[in-house]
């Protein structure tokens, strides 16, 4: 039983570097979400995914951010020319469209570090 | 947008000891949902509460849903060094994208 996973789980990286971030989710997950997370802070909603379909995306999610989901299953999060203010655990979590109670099931995140 | 807001936002107790944290917002939730995060590492679920006034146990850990479903609590009793970690509550409403509050960030001593 296979759980979320994310790669790679640490990234440290120079300013303007592009970084990628994978996830991929539960098997029978159709819904799949990104979420920052930073110091002090809960989980802050970025974008989801319905299969491969990006439904909704933050006002958080600025040009330099683009997610895909191009089979409807494993998903990545790139962020181009990265900012120290980027710094921040990166959370993917998934569940089923047919579960209407809001559970969601995390990957250990990847936390980003940006010199 | 719908803002949960958690009590207290850090607490640092003896091995024993009862706590209660607090999840507040001023919406309606559908579900609510409790996580406990562990440092370097993703929130993973304690719990759902769905129904207004509902009541749920895990082992030492009480969890409570608002009658109006607006609100949760969190009681732990005797409260073990294996509790220490941040808990976080989130809402889910209409929209399928939960919100999540800033979390509790709980020590317990030995």
């Known amino acids: 039983d296979t759980g979320v996973s994310q790669d790679p789980r640490h990234k440290i990286t120079k300013r303007g570097q592009n970084v990628t971030f994978r996830c991929d989710p539960i098997s029978e997950h159709n819904r799949l979400y990104w979420y920052r997370q930073t110091l002090g802070q809960g989980p802050e909603f970025l974008t989801y995914?319905?299969?491969?379909?990006?439904?909704?995306k933050s006002r958080l999610l600025s040009d330099r951010f683009s997610a895909e989901r191009p089979k409807g299953s494993f998903s990545t999060l790139e962020i181009q020319r990265t900012e120290q203010g980027d710094s921040a655990m990166y959370l993917c979590?998934?569940?089923?469209?047919?579960?209407?109670?809001?559970?969601?099931?995390f990957g250990e995140g990847s936390r980003l570090t940006v010199l | 947008t719908q803002l949960l807001e958690q009590s207290p936002q850090f607490l640092s107790i003896q091995e024993g000891e009862n706590l209660t944290v607090y999840c507040n917002s001023s919406?309606?939730?559908?579900?609510l949902q409790w996580y406990r995060q562990e440092p370097g590492e993703g929130p993973v679920l304690l719990v759902t509460v769905v129904t207004g006034g509902e009541v749920k146990k895990l082992k030492r850990l009480t969890f409570q849903f608002g009658d109006a479903r607006k609100d949760s609590s969190l009681h732990i009793t005797a409260a073990q060094p294996g509790d220490t970690g941040l808990y976080l509550c989130?809402?889910?409403?209409?929209?399928?994208?939960?919100?999540f509050g800033r979390g509790t960030s709980l020590i317990v001593h030995p």
């Open positions: 919406s309606v939730f559908s579900s």
């Open positions: 979590a998934s569940r089923t469209s047919g579960a209407n109670t809001g559970e969601l099931f």
């Open positions: 989130a809402g889910a409403g209409g929209s399928y994208i939960p919100t």
């Open positions: 995914f319905q299969n491969e379909a990006q439904l909704e």
